[in-house]
């Protein structure tokens, strides 16, 4: 697995630029088991990491990864709630100016719910098992792609 | 063999080793030993080795679960130093070879399975449904809100509701989930922590409805609030004030409610958080001294108490290794419980355990499989001696159990327990060398990690300063990359994987309970006598205040008076404030 998130070529200001991700469990929900393990393996592929804590409110979720300019947003849910509470958190990002921030998702996700979530911009949507190395490229393709377009 | 009759090398064989049976020496004598041992290194040396340098093994480092380095094989010189007092016999003192004398002979484990879902009325219908069935024992899931101590029209509880069992925001919901059933007549087990004591006193409320002395209301509520902060993470308040709610919950069951399992010590949740079997052990049992020390120092006698505690256990897929972890810890706490707490009735040194299949074993991948997993682990929580058993569905991983995939994981129990044989015999893998010194094993591994935590500050400290909550977080992330590695193999994971187009159906949950419930909230509020409720919900504030107070009494008139789950859990945020974990990365 590749483990360094430096961009290639172009300028050098960016050359060693990380990925700031912001991990987060926006709701009535304390397994966090998942995103604990995510959180490190984020950190081992050099991003880096801030987590919100248990039990976040969206409102907070979207303020803090404003607060913290970060570059994505990774949303964890194994309680059934995530098609209320990932919509909310991309909407309120709209609203506080961290439209452009990329969200991502995953946990307990039925098919069905899915294509409802992607419209919305709200990607990977993985489920359990899904192994660290597709979640990180999935994360650096589109960082790649849409926050630092024109930088290489 | 093929086609003679009358043999006499059969036959004087067969008499022979009947006889050899009989009159043998011990196998843990001293010459035995040392002829075992002057085998073993011959062994090693001409058979094993050579055999080993032809075709290498195929892993590098065979280890259970916890990461204990595995020999590939066991020999009576692993446990020769065992004293066999050490194992004793079942129904006694040290309770190793099980709590009964015998054991599944007499009465088999209890099904339990635990469901909840929905309104009331839902849980209602199910619940009866059940015990049409012929279950006596029931046991009831509760929604995220509920959990969490808000009521359902609560901001938070938004989309949660009744999503992941029952929801139940004031006594009415409680009525209704328990209309018609007799509270005489049933147990009911109620997984429920941070607002435990609020419900134990709905459910005591039901009963009082139905003309039902509190002394006979048979039951479980979880409480455990230690590993809600080690693992679960559902709490309202610090540690310290949940722990005193419990305090008070202790004293008052002691006193009222003598049949009502007022703690179900759980090691569940830390497995599922990603624990090693050594790290659930010792985890779940320190908090176990814990709660004991709780009750000692709210002046309540050892031996008054100590039988209302009960142990709910994990049992996952290192088969061996979960048989070892019971039968560790029925001994250590036996132990414990009468070297250092000074415990003398019999009822305060056995471990009783409930078991549940782990969750987090299923996969989401190939659902089907888990149906085999499930029926793995509940065979080793049933020779590991477990009280009672909730076996997991196969399309777990993917949402709450359709009643087909229900039906098959309660079947998955009653073959075990009709057509195995297993129950004929008490503790069958005892004696087994490779069990015996995973037993010892993990035994040893357990005391190492009391006193890490001990230095540590104990079990209070060590949750406050998030050591043991980072103690789960790396051993889970060592398993996951374990598993991305290759080191270890999870079918249809990533080993045998499958593309699959929605291999099965599954359970959908509507959304009407969300309306429901906050219409019969509001309906409840508009109705109740406001100004009694808030002069209970005042006195309660009062009480809290007071640390020599018990908050039960005045939190049960609260809930009498139909103040609701949410009012009464939010006068305690206004006297103790809220928990914040420490950062844990």
């Not at chain 2, 088969?319 to 070892?324: C, H």
């Not at chain 2, 945020?573 to 844990?584: C, D, I, N, S």
Request: net charge positive; aromatic share 10%; with cysteine.
């Amino acid at each position: 697995m590749e483990l360094e998130t430096s961009v290639k070529a172009g300028s050098s200001t960016t050359a060693k630029r990380k990925i700031r991700i912001l991990v987060a469990k926006p709701g009535l929900d304390g397994h966090d088991r998942g995103i604990l393990v995510l959180a490190r393996a984020f950190r081992d592929a050099g991003m880096e990491v801030i987590y919100t804590g248990l039990l976040p409110t969206p409102e907070q979720v979207a303020q803090a990864a404003v607060d913290e300019d970060v570059d994505v947003v990774a949303l964890s849910l194994l309680n059934g709630a995530h098609m209320t509470a990932f919509p909310r958190v991309k909407r309120l990002l709209e609203r506080r100016g961290g439209k452009d921030i990329i969200v991502v998702g995953g946990g307990i996700i039925p098919d069905d719910d899915k294509p409802k979530l992607l419209k919305m911009g709200i990607t990977g949507l993985y489920g359990p098992g899904t192994s660290f190395e597709e979640i990180i490229n999935h994360i650096k393709q589109r960082v790649k792609k849409e926050r630092w377009k024109g930088s290489n | 063999m093929l086609r003679s009759g009358r043999d006499s090398y059969w036959r004087s064989k067969a008499r022979d080793y009947a006889a050899k049976r009989k009159n043998r020496g011990s196998l843990y004598s001293p010459r035995a030993i040392r002829d075992i041992q002057k085998g073993l290194e011959q062994w090693r040396r001409e058979v094993y080795k050579p055999w080993v340098e032809r075709a290498p093994e195929q892993k590098a480092d065979p280890q259970t679960a916890s990461g204990i380095q595995l020999k590939p094989v066991f020999f009576p010189t692993d446990v020769k130093e065992q004293d066999y007092s050490d194992s004793g016999f079942p129904g006694v003192f040290p309770y190793l070879r099980g709590v009964y004398p015998n054991m599944y002979r007499g009465r088999l484990w209890t099904m339990r399975m635990f469901s909840g879902f929905g309104t009331p009325e839902d849980t209602n219908r199910r619940l009866k449904l059940l015990l049409d069935q012929g279950e006596t024992g029931l046991s009831v899931a509760f929604d995220m809100p509920t959990l969490y101590g808000y009521d359902c029209d609560h901001p938070k509880a938004h989309g949660e509701v009744g999503r992941c069992g029952v929801n139940v925001s004031s006594l009415k919901d409680m009525q209704v989930i328990f209309n018609g059933i007799p509270l005489d007549k049933v147990s009911t087990s109620m997984t429920i922590n941070a607002p435990a004591a609020v419900l134990t006193c709905m459910y005591a409320a039901v009963a009082e409805k139905q003309k039902i002395p509190l002394p006979s209301l048979k039951g479980t509520v979880q409480t455990d609030m230690l590993k809600e902060f080690i693992a679960q993470k559902e709490w309202v308040y610090p540690p310290e004030a949940h722990l005193r709610i419990v305090r008070d919950l202790m004293v008052y069951c002691t006193r009222n409610m003598p049949q009502w399992n007022y703690v179900s010590i759980s090691g569940y949740h830390i497995r599922e958080a990603g624990s090693s079997a050594v790290q659930e052990l010792a985890f779940t049992l320190a908090d176990g001294f814990g709660y004991v020390e709780l009750g000692m120092e709210a002046g309540l006698k050892v031996d008054e108490f100590a039988p209302r505690l009960s142990f709910f256990f994990n049992s996952t897929m290192d088969f061996f290794e979960e048989i070892a972890k019971f039968r560790a810890a029925r001994r250590i706490w036996a132990k414990v419980l009468r070297e250092r707490y000074k415990a003398r009735s019999p009822r305060s040194l056995l471990m009783r355990f409930h078991t549940q299949t782990s969750g987090a074993s299923l996969t989401w991948q190939q659902p089907l499989n888990n149906i085999v997993r499930t029926a793995l682990e509940s065979f080793a929580a049933v020779l590991g001696g477990t009280q009672s058993l909730h076996t997991n569905s196969y399309d777990e991983a993917w949402a709450l159990p359709t009643e087909k995939a229900v039906e098959i994981a309660l079947r998955t129990q009653q073959i075990i327990a009709e057509e195995t044989g297993v129950t004929n015999v008490v503790d069958p893998l005892g004696g087994s060398y490779y069990l015996e010194w995973l037993t010892e094993s993990l035994e040893e591994e357990a005391y190492k990690y009391f006193d890490r935590i001990d230095s540590a500050g104990g079990i209070l400290k060590a949750i406050k300063s998030g050591y043991l909550q980072r103690e789960i977080a790396e051993n889970s992330y060592r398993l996951s990359q374990r598993v991305e590695d290759g080191l270890e193999n999870v079918v249809g994971v990533n080993k045998y994987a499958v593309q699959e187009e929605r291999p099965i159906e599954t359970l959908k949950i509507d959304s009407k309970a969300q309306k429901r419930q906050i219409e019969r909230l509001r309906k409840i509020r508009r109705e109740r006598d406001e100004v009694k409720v808030r002069a209970l919900l005042e006195k309660l504030r009062r009480t809290y205040e007071r640390d020599d107070r018990n908050s039960i009494y005045p939190m049960m008139e609260a809930v009498k008076a139909y103040a609701t789950l949410g009012e009464i859990v939010d006068v305690g945020t206004k006297v103790f404030g809220q928990w914040k974990e420490p950062v844990l990365i």
